[in-house]
């Protein structure tokens, strides 16, 4: 069978949630003389605005029962959808039982979603859950060589367009491309359902997921410009890159979006006013201060080299002094949960430098999925949601931690967590002074963050690197002493790191041979 071009739009269905564009769709398709077949608020808007409109239970000779439940679930509906024009067994069965065809399904879903993310109670959900609506939608979709389905009222401009390009006739390219919109809507819908119910449950893994996402952007590119790319966003509410509003800049890529994810993630593990800085989805500087301009002095001094074209993160509403700092380097992307008007005024004058406003922090103790693709599948683990407190330490050298270094320890703790393993953090006075991220060595993270402090130092005219005096954090244990040798070569005075090695007494005996106070964890942060 061939499937045709033009199809004439002659009788069309129309059951929707969402009423947006409800009343102008049905006065357009009214003036073209389609025939309106409708249910419950949908046919009672249509009808309120003068649109012709004939309820379903008209239509089937059967009314809506079960609180709405069946209403669409009937052989006239679906045999008009889902029967070939060109079948002559179909047609005849059409013209046996009386069973007009539908040319054109408008639906959207029952808002399940928007019903669970305002926290529903379980009876009201699984109210939401729609039934007829996917039946509707999957059978126009599988028939699309006959009928278009709408689920989305986004598309009703294109698809007046279509009926006003061809003289009220649809083309099966059309046809097709709101057909795969359809099966993606519902697919999503059903995504979101199995998950609810898995959680409701307390499945952590159920036997079978489904990630849904909806596309937000087309990228440029992917990491490198052969590669192609796109942000889908998904059902998660969590406040950054996916809430956040541009107010300038240019488009964002894809190095851009990871690069601020990594960005904004650590900068909001802060209470105090805190800038992280990041390059290649590590930090190149972290500071905390009384206001946002003290934090991003001290976080550029960590490394100002590798802050050329970063990303900078704050966790407060911008201000004019922060930005005039800012506005002096040379930036990719600047993210906070706000600006005042005259940062904004500030930061407009960089017309390339990309602004984006959150309009909140994300939680870093709120739970959540994080998937890595791998060949043939893919990888899913909790959110790292761990945050070590004062409580949680063992001091296990001779000497324990002032508190000013217990202070620089947490903070340089928290700061490892969101550099890429093997992680070195050397702090000081709630502030990097030297970072060692992606070694395969974590010796060789000591080493590469004390040379960069010594580097950041003499840049700056320093008589001495940031590391004198400083303390340091493993993001997980050393699994000799070398690295912590290392470390004490550079001047710090305190350690913190997880523990559990094998040689974990060898590690403690080199601190006390130094006079180092060093304190475990019992966790760690490994981050690939």
């Given amino acids: ?37 409708s249910t419950g608020g949908s046919a009672q808007r249509l009808a309120e605005a003068g649109v012709p409109v004939t ?16 209403k669409t679930l009937h052989p006239r509906i679906h045999g008009g959808i889902l029967a070939r024009r060109d079948d002559e067994g179909h047609v005849a069965a059409m013209n046996t039982h009386d069973i007009p065809g539908i040319d054109l399904v408008v639906v959207n879903l029952y808002p399940f979603e928007a019903t669970v993310a305002k926290g529903a109670d379980f ?16 059978g126009a979709a599988k028939n699309h060589d006959f009928v278009a389905v709408v689920t989305d009222p986004s598309d009703y401009a294109p698809l007046l367009a279509e009926l006003a390009a061809h ?60 590669q192609t790319a796109a942000f889908y966003v998904t059902g998660e509410r969590r406040p950054g890159i996916a809430t956040a509003t541009q107010l300038q ?21 802060f209470d105090r006013p805190a800038i992280a800085i990041i390059k290649h989805a590590n930090p190149c500087g972290v500071a905390e201060g009384d206001g946002l301009p003290t934090a991003y002095a001290r976080a550029l001094a960590c490394d100002p080299v590798s802050a050329f074209g970063g990303i900078i993160a704050a966790n407060r509403t911008l201000d004019a002094v922060t930005a005039e700092a800012i506005s002096r380097l040379f930036a990719e992307v600047v993210i906070a949960p706000d600006a005042d008007e005259s940062a904004r005024a500030v930061l407009a004058g960089k017309k390339n430098l990309r602004v984006l406003l959150t309009g909140d922090l994300p939680n870093p103790a709120q739970p959540g999925t994080l998937i890595k693709t791998v060949a043939g599948g893919f990888l899913a683990q909790s959110r790292d949601d761990g945050r070590v407190l004062p ?19 947490l903070f340089a703790f928290r700061v490892g967590k969101h550099v890429k393993s093997n992680a070195i953090v050397y702090a000081k006075d709630l502030a990097t002074v030297g970072v060692g991220a992606g070694q395969m060595s974590r010796v060789d993270s000591s080493r590469i963050a004390a040379i ?29 002493a ?23 007494q060898e590690v403690i005996d080199a601190a006390d041979e130094r006079g180092l106070a060093m304190v475990f964890t019992g966790m760690r942060h490994f981050r690939h």
């Fill in 249 to 269: 800049g240019k488009e964002l890529s894809y190095n851009n979006l990871n690069d601020t994810d990594a960005a904004f993630e650590l900068v909001a593990e």
């Fill in 123 to 138: 009876e009201t959900c699984i109210e939401n859950i729609d039934i007829g609506g996917p039946s509707l939608i999957r």
């Fill in 1 to 37: 069978m061939t499937s045709p071009d033009l199809v004439p739009l002659r009788r069309a269905l129309i059951s929707v949630s969402d009423k947006t564009g409800l009343i102008e769709l049905g006065q357009a398709l009214a003036a073209r003389g389609v025939h309106i077949l």
């Fill in 167 to 226: 003289d009220g006739q649809t083309t099966l390219d059309l046809r097709r491309r709101l057909a795969a919109k359809a099966y993606a809507r519902t697919g999503a819908y059903d995504a979101a359902i199995g998950a609810w119910f898995a959680n409701r449950l307390g499945q952590t893994w159920p036997e079978s997921v489904t990630v849904s996402g909806t596309l937000r952007q087309t990228l440029r590119y992917g990491e490198n410009p052969h």
């Fill in 452 to 480: 960069k402090s010594r580097e950041a130092a003499e840049a700056a005219g320093l008589a001495e690197p940031g590391t004198k005096g400083s303390v340091v954090a493993s993001d997980a244990f050393f699994p000799f």
């Fill in 391 to 409: 409580a949680n330490l063992k001091v296990v050298t001779k000497r324990g931690p002032t508190p000013k270094e217990l202070a620089d320890l």
């Fill in 55 to 70: 309820e379903v239970g008209d239509h089937t000779g059967f009314p809506e029962m079960m609180d709405g439940r069946v």
């Fill in 482 to 504: 070398d690295g912590l040798i290392a470390a004490a070569e550079a001047g710090v005075t305190a350690v913190i790191q997880p523990g559990g090695s094998m040689r974990d």
